[in-house]
T-cell receptor, first 114, second 114 residues
Framework: KNQVEQSPQSLIILEGKNCTLQCNYTVSPFSNLRWYKQDTGRGPVSLTIMTFSENTKSNGRYTATLDADTKQSSLHITASQLSDSASYICVVSDRGSTLGRLYFGRGTQLTVWP | EADIYQTPRYLVIGTGKKITLECSQTMGHDKMYWYQQDPGMELHLIHYSYGVNSTEKGDLSSESTVSRIRTEHFPLTLESARPSHTSQYLC?????????????FGDGTRLSIL
């Protein structure tokens, strides 16, 4: 069964600290993996997208890594800010059909305290 | 900021009412999607469209219906709302070259059926 599992479910860190969020997936065949940030009461916003051949992608203070062999991805946030408080969602796309299908994780709820 | 808009943002209404959730985008995207999201849970695709007069059901069975008469407009309708329809509904769109992955999300409609 294709799945996307994210950990931790929730995380609290102090402003200025770094953190790493994990995403493990069993989706096969694999097409790409995307991380979204979803602020409370808002729609998700895409942070990074990586294909099979990419193992790292940065977007400002956000750096995503991908290990397609172990089917693991991480999102590293550097020097956290209060505005980083949000849910971070990992989404994996397969290429089992011409349309592909998306598999969503349940997200990691990050809270940054001052 | 993405140019995709959903109205209303919040709706509390009684059982049995007909409801239409509006979604419009000004980016000229061919592909549009409706997702359902409950707190702490993953997004589930309920409808999608690849262009005018094209609509398909998604992975999650839904009693709602959609229409795509104009490129920019993708409304979702519930003919007779029930408490089980209480959820957050997110609309998204994607342009050419993005496969089937939603690039831009609206901020959602939080629907509560009494």
């Amino acid at each position: 069964k294709n799945q996307v599992e994210q950990s931790p479910q929730s995380l609290i860190i102090l402003e200025g600290k770094n953190c790493t969020l994990q995403c493990n997936y069993t989706v096969s065949p694999f097409s790409n993996l995307r991380w979204y940030k979803q602020d409370t009461g808002r729609g998700p916003v895409s942070l990074t997208i990586m294909t099979f051949s990419e193992n790292t992608k940065s977007n400002g203070r956000y750096t995503a890594t991908l290990d397609a062999d172990t089917k693991q991805s991480s999102l590293h946030i550097t020097a956290s800010q209060l505005s980083d408080s949000a849910s971070y969602i990992c989404v994996v796309s397969d290429r089992g059909s011409t349309l592909g299908r998306l598999y969503f994780g349940r997200g990691t709820q990050l809270t940054v305290w001052p | 900021e993405a140019d995709i808009y959903q109205t209303p943002r919040y709706l509390v209404i009684g059982t049995g009412k007909k409801i239409t959730l509006e979604c419009s985008q000004t980016m000229g995207h061919d592909k549009m999607y409706w997702y359902q999201q409950d707190p702490g849970m993953e997004l589930h695709l309920i409808h999608y469209s690849y262009g005018v007069n094209s609509t398909e059901k998604g992975d999650l069975s839904s009693e709602s219906t959609v229409s795509r008469i104009r490129t920019e407009h993708f409304p979702l309708t519930l003919e007779s709302a029930r408490p089980s329809h209480t959820s957050q509904y997110l609309c998204a769109s994607s342009g050419r070259g993005s496969g089937n992955q939603p690039q831009h999300f609206g901020d959602g409609t939080r629907l509560s059926i009494l």
